[in-house]
């Protein structure tokens, strides 16, 4: 068996985050904040459980890594995160300074990490960010393909039964 590299291996934790979303029926999103080697801080999409575009994975996951570190700059931690971070995201983490993000699968249609916009590496903010993007990419776009083909099914279930009322 082929063995984890180290950036794999949180990436994998952030999977599982992503995972405790999808099982309360919100976007498999997941990230977790690392620092000196060792994970300080874990969140997943609670979008709709909360019912606020605030419950991104990565905001949830930035509050308790703050809270831990007494501070509003997290200037020595790696964001580990399974998809691409949105406007709202990216510019948080600019603002928190977080020198290294590491991003599972690109989101072409919303993602600021590259796709649409790179906010997190543009040279007129006071910091730039350091990327690695497409750790397990395969893995972090299957699940969430697989989550909207799940939904997907399920309306179309939903659609059958009201038209066989
Ligand atoms: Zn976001």
Known sequence: MRKYTEDEK?????IRQAKKA???GDVPIGCVIVSDGRIIARGY??????KTVLAHA???AMSKACRKA???RLEDCT???????????AGAIVQARIPRVVIGSMNPKAGCG?????????????HQVEVTRGVLEEECSEMLSAFFRKLRQKKKEKKAEVSEQ
């Open 45 to 50: 999409n609670k979008r709709n459980r909360n």
């Open 79 to 89: 964001m580990y995160i399974t998809l691409e971070p949105c406007q709202m995201c």
């Open 10 to 14: 949180f990436m994998k934790e952030a």
């Open 114 to 126: 590259g796709s649409i916009l790179n906010l997190l590496q543009m040279k007129e903010f006071n």
């Open 58 to 60: 990565e905001l949830l």
């Open 70 to 72: 007494g501070d509003w």
């Open 22 to 24: 999808e099982a309360i």
